[in-house]
């Protein structure tokens, strides 16, 4: 069993080796096959893990499987040490399959490119790191997954490196994300001088018996971490930017796996945050915060990527505010099927993007539908199961989010309201898009690409994933269904017990307000985008707030990068350029002047070094001899 | 031991190394500033034989051997020294290849 969830781990990296070690020997082509097949490999070892968890009781569903002692220091070890359990194996599952087939999507997205060897390594890279943060036996190793899978993320964002754009957004998101690996890391070291031990049960055992304002610190880490990662108020600013990589990037980095990753650490680190309520509601309240915020700012962007990476970030608010209010299997739930209906949304995308040679304006688009009568279909599926429409997988775990909220009174009320907002935008910006690319008379720009390729869709390779992916995300869902069976959630019970149970009743009321409100803003959306009837209000004030993206951008600009530019000036002028320039500056001077006034006794005339010689020689001789 | 005293190797050899020292002093010749090196040479040579046998040891045999062995390998290189430079239609003047002053 734990050999399933090695192999698991190391085919992707052994296949990244591979790419990268044959270099220019093996074909663009052939690169992508070994890294889509080395991802399948490690899906098939999920799967073997999977199954050998699911032949177990329930409460003995937990291996650790240690390789060998990492680090050793006095009474502080930390192995290389690998955790199968409930949770580590949906993520294992999501991680690889999704992977898989996003990689496989690859080969046919980036065919042509100059640099495709270096893609797939990359990828395949990317796929080892967030399985290693995933199936990591300790916190020491899930901190090194996490560093990595930040890593991958700059690299495949910054892919075409020759476009300052992408650098720079790479560059945004790598430091922002390093602002979470430090407080994660701050959070570590917490532990280990509380509790010394980095191991998920030794520390959650370790925790209980610490000071509140101990806990409170770690998980405000730990919180600090995941909100970076997910890109949640108020450290979101680099995901949108990251559009810039390839659009499977986004796809499964940006939407389906890595930015998940701080759900996943919430609820793998629960019994931190449950002995810190007021984090835990702190994590709800961004998380509903977020979802608000990113969906309003989804309403008027006009890159069809972009609207779609706001609309991850207001869907990772959801997972936030179910994690948050301890509703850990509606939280990993909506996690699985986001990441099957965002990945299909992405690759819809990318399909759209493919047929029109890299555009991604939207206002460019319109009337797809007939050119692309397929890829119509697979976004609409997307699209509704994204709104939370019954039955598409959407529905099921949105609202078992947002029963739970409700179950959980007071402060949850608040958190079940701001979720039935995000629930009306969401279809609002959702459908705006889909009108805007699919629905109407076809633009210029459409008509001018409707037979140009003479490959329909696009290749094979992108529309057979597109096509599972459709499959997955319609029925995605019911492994859930309220008031019948509970799989996810019994399956992940023993490692994150909820905090609150949604009766029945709640359930379907919930039901009912969500799909009502998601109607409306498809119905609002269809008014104004697609029948044309009404047009958007004119609202100068709130337009500029959400084109400039509520001004989070400015607002670092000012706090951070001014001052840190200011004070970088003025160090340069008083202290770099008069002390250390100035001082390497005259140690080269002086060099060069005792060199001149040495080098004038080098006249190039023989005779005069031997006489120089005979001289000292003479000299010398007789000092000896008059000494002696 | 029979033959001349220990004094008049040391002369001899004294003699051959001032004649050696003039000739690099004076000569402008690189060939015969290389010739008059390995007079000096061999004087300091038999400056170091005739004490090897004045005092009955081989250590200073074997060092004369030593520094006629360098003294070849310094032929060798001057002499291909000397070629290149007139290869390189210079003048073969000591006083005038002076590329190298400060």
Not at chain 1, 160 to 181: I, S
Not at chain 1, 467 to 478: E, H
Request: charged fraction near 10%; charge should be neutral; include cysteine.
């Amino acid at each position: 069993m734990t050999a399933g969830a090695w192999i698991c781990l190391l085919s992707p990296l052994a296949g990244c080796l591979a790419i990268t070690l044959a270099g220019g020997r093996i074909s663009r082509r052939t690169a992508g096959i070994v890294a889509t097949l080395s991802v399948f490999v490690a899906f098939a070892g999920a799967l073997v893990s999977f199954a050998a968890l699911a032949g177990k009781d329930a409460e003995e569903r937990a291996q650790l499987s240690t390789a060998w002692t990492w680090l050793s220091a006095g009474g502080f070890d930390v192995g290389l040490s690998l955790l199968v359990d409930p949770l580590a194996a949906v993520m294992m599952l999501i991680v690889s399959g999704v992977g898989g087939l996003i990689v496989w999507y690859s080969i046919g997205y980036m065919a042509g490119d100059e640099e495709e060897r270096r893609y797939f390594a990359y990828m395949a890279f990317f796929v080892f790191s967030m399985l290693l943060l995933v199936q990591a036996g300790n916190f020491l190793l899930l901190l090194v997954g996490w560093g990595l899978v930040g890593l991958a993320s700059y690299l495949l964002i910054g892919f075409w490196h020759e476009r300052p754009q992408a650098v720079a957004a790479a560059k945004k998101a790598f430091v922002m994300n390093v602002v979470g690996d430090a407080t994660m890391a701050l959070a570590f070291f917490v532990l280990i001088q509380q509790t010394g031990t980095l191991d998920f049960a030794g520390a959650f055992a370790g925790a209980e018996g610490l000071s509140s304002t101990t806990v409170n610190l770690v998980a405000l880490g730990l919180l600090g971490g995941a909100v970076a990662k997910s890109a949640q108020l108020p450290l979101h600013t680099w995901l949108p930017d990251a559009m810039e990589g390839p659009t499977p990037v986004s796809a499964l980095i940006h939407a389906a796996t890595m930015v998940t990753a701080g759900v996943y650490l919430i609820v793998r680190a629960h019994p931190v945050f449950e002995l810190a309520p007021d984090v835990q509601d702190l994590a709800a309240g961004l998380g509903a915060a977020t979802l608000l915020a990113a969906g309003l700012v989804a309403l008027v962007q006009t890159d069809i990527k972009r609207v779609i990476a706001y609309s991850t970030m207001s869907q990772i608010g959801y997972m936030f505010l179910g994690a948050g209010l301890g509703a850990y299997g509606g939280g990993m739930f909506h996690l699985m099927t986001h990441a099957f209906f965002k990945a299909l949304l992405f690759m819809g995308a990318g399909l759209v993007i493919h047929h029109l040679a890299g555009e991604q304006d939207m206002r460019r688009m319109g009337g797809l539908r007939k050119a692309m009568p397929r890829t119509s279909l697979a976004f609409l599926v997307g699209s509704l199961a994204l709104v939370g429409i019954p039955p598409l997988s959407g529905f099921w775990s949105k609202d078992a989010i947002l029963a739970s909220a409700l179950a959980s009174g007071g402060y949850g009320r608040v958190l079940f309201v701001a979720g039935l907002a995000g629930a009306f935008l969401t279809g609002l910006y959702t459908f705006r898009m889909l009108f805007l690319v699919f629905w109407g008379e076809p633009s210029g720009l459409v008509a001018e690409h409707a037979d140009g390729h003479g490959h329909g869709e696009g290749p094979r390779s992108m529309t057979v994933p597109v096509g599972i992916l459709t499959v997955l995300a319609a029925v995605g869902g019911l492994l859930e269904v309220p008031g019948l069976w509970h799989v996810f959630g019994d399956w992940l019970h023993p490692v994150a017990e909820p905090l609150v149970e949604p009766s029945t009743g709640q359930d379907y009321l919930t039901s009912v307000l969500a799909v009502s409100l998601g109607l409306a803003g498809i119905w609002v959306a269809w008014l104004v985008y697609a029948a044309r009837r009404r047009t958007v209000p004119h609202a100068p004030f709130l337009r500029r707030l959400l084109e400039h993206k509520l001004y989070f951008d400015e607002l670092y600009d000012a706090l951070f990068y001014r001052p840190a530019v200011g004070l970088a000036r003025f160090w340069r002028g008083a202290v770099e350029q008069p002390l250390i320039d100035g001082s390497i500056a005259g140690v080269a001077l002086g060099a060069r002047e005792a060199g001149a006034a040495v080098g004038r006794a080098q006249t190039g005339f023989l005779r005069s070094y031997v006489l120089a010689i005979a001289v000292s020689a003479a000299i010398l001789l007789v000092v000896f001899v008059s000494v002696k | 031991m029979t033959g001349p005293g220990i004094s008049w190797y040391v002369a001899l050899s004294g003699a051959l190394f001032g004649i050696g020292a003039l000739g690099v002093l004076l000569r402008r010749s690189p060939l015969i500033v290389l010739l008059s090196l390995e007079i000096m040479l061999n004087a300091a040579n038999l400056t170091l034989i005739a004490f090897a046998r004045h005092h009955g040891g081989a250590d200073g045999q074997i060092f004369a051997l030593a520094v006629m062995a360098v003294a070849a390998s310094e032929v060798v290189v001057g002499l291909g020294l000397i070629v290149a430079i007139a290869r390189g239609r210079l003048e073969l003047d000591v006083d005038k290849l002076n590329f190298l002053k400060g």
